[in-house]
């Protein structure tokens, strides 16, 4: 399967500061990428889809101010969580598509924390 | 409102059993299914996707689909401790749309 990385795994900010967090597919051009957000034993929630040169569409209900979303190329995109607050705290994954077939591959996800 | 419904379990099997999950769908105009399994604190991984009525095997695990009936399954054959994970269906259209996932069913092997 694809290869898809995302950095930091790892992130703790201090309230009111942004975070980037990066996703990109190693071995393959990644001509969708998409957001997910998970809280603890919950579900998957989508908050974006971005495609390379376009403006991301966000989710309902997601603020597209605050999670801005850059897809500047076929193999990186570009979550920035800006002036975030502890309840933005969450597991952040990112996922690829490009083959055709619809199958997305995850990035091993950023575990924001927010003091 | 496309919706995938799965049980959320937990589902229990003991370990060589046969271990099965099910997931329906709302959406006829779904076209690709995806069935991914998620260890606790990890992000997804993709096992097996599958657009055709019928069956599909890899390895240890069989994918069925019966579009008439709107029903996803995964088999997982000689279920071992290392199964134990949350396994996620989901369904789409070809190309790079999203997907609508279900909530995930729990899945425990036991020894």
């Known amino acids: 399967g694809a290869v898809v990385s995302q950095h930091p795994s790892r992130v703790i900010c201090k309230s009111g500061t942004s975070v980037k967090i990066e996703c990109r597919s190693l071995?393959?051009?990644?001509?969708?990428m998409f957001w997910y957000r998970q809280f603890p034993k919950q579900s998957l929630m989508l908050m974006a889809t971005s495609n390379e040169g376009s403006k991301a569409t966000y989710e309902q209900g997601v603020e597209k101010d605050k999670f801005l979303i850059n897809h500047a190329s076929l193999t990186l995109s570009t979550l920035t969580v800006t002036s975030a607050h502890p309840e933005d705290s969450s597991f952040y994954i990112c996922?690829?598509?490009?083959?055709?077939?619809?199958?997305?591959?995850f990035g091993p996800g950023t575990r924001l924390t927010v003091t | 409102q496309k919706e995938v419904e799965q049980n959320s379990g937990p589902l229990s099997v003991p370990e060589g059993a046969i271990a099965s999950l099910n997931c329906t769908y709302s959406d006829r105009g779904s076209q690709s299914f995806f069935w991914y399994r998620q260890y606790s604190g990890k992000s997804p991984e993709l096992i097996m996707f599958?657009?055709?009525?019928g069956d599909k095997e890899d390895g240890r695990f069989t994918a069925q689909l019966n579009k008439a009936s709107q029903y996803v399954s995964l088999l997982i054959r000689d279920s071992q401790p290392s199964d134990s994970a949350t396994y996620l269906c989901a369904g789409g259209l070809f190309g790079n749309e999203k997907l609508t996932f279900g909530t995930g069913t729990r899945l425990t092997i036991i020894p």
């Open positions: 071995d393959f051009q990644a001509t969708t």
């Open positions: 599958i657009y055709s009525n």
């Open positions: 996922s690829c598509t490009g083959t055709g077939q619809g199958e997305q591959y």
